[in-house]
C-alpha cells in the first residue's frame, strides 16, 4: 500500500467537520501503524500490556486489568499467550505472597524495541515522500494535536 501524499484536501468548513475529519484522520494512521509495523504478530492488548509493562515495570494481573481498562479474566487470558510465548513472567510479590507480579522478558524487551523500530521505519519513509514544506506543515501540526492530547 503506497500513501496518497499528493491528494489534496479541501479544508473543513465548521468545527464538527475539523473534528471528524480529524478524528478519521488519525484513526487511519492508527490502523496504517498497527497493521504495517507488527513484526511479530501480536495482538493489539498484546501490545499494549507490553508496552504498559515497559513503562510501569512489572504489575499484577488486576493492576493491568483496571489500567488497560478490562476484565480480570480478559486480562489473565492476555498474560497467558505472552507468557507462552516466553515475552512475559510471572514472578512473586515482594510483599504479599497471594499475588502474582508480570513481568517482560528479555524476548519481551526485544519485542517491543522491534516494534518500536518497524514503527520508526514506516513513518521516516511515510514522511521523506512528502514535500519540505508539507513536512514543515505537519511538524506544525504536530505541536497542535500534542495539545489536544494533553487537554483537560
Keep these: 500500500m503506497t500513501l496518497d501524499m499528493d491528494r489534496s484536501y479541501d479544508m473543513p468548513t465548521s468545527l464538527e467537520t475539523a473534528v471528524t475529519e480529524l478524528s478519521l484522520a488519525v484513526g487511519q494512521l492508527l490502523r496504517r501503524l498497527r497493521a504495517d509495523t507488527n513484526p511479530d504478530g501480536l495482538t493489539w492488548s498484546q501490545t499494549m500490556v507490553l508496552a504498559r509493562l515497559d513503562k510501569a515495570g512489572p504489575m499484577t494481573t488486576a493492576d493491568l486489568a483496571r489500567a488497560e481498562g478490562v476484565k480480570p479474566q480478559s486480562m489473565g487470558a492476555t498474560l497467558a499467550e505472552l507468557e507462552g510465548e516466553g515475552l512475559v513472567s510471572r514472578h512473586p510479590h515482594p510483599t504479599d505472597g497471594r499475588q502474582i507480579l508480570f513481568a ?28 519540505p514544506s508539507e513536512r514543515e506543515t505537519l511538524m506544525s501540526a504536530v505541536v497542535l494535536i500534542k495539545r489536544l492530547g494533553e487537554a483537560e
Excluded: C, D, V
Design 104 to 131: 517482560l522478558t528479555e524476548a519481551g524487551i526485544q519485542a517491543r524495541h522491534r516494534r518500536s523500530a518497524a514503527k520508526q521505519k514506516w513513518l521516516l519513509e511515510a514522511m521523506a515522500k512528502l514535500s
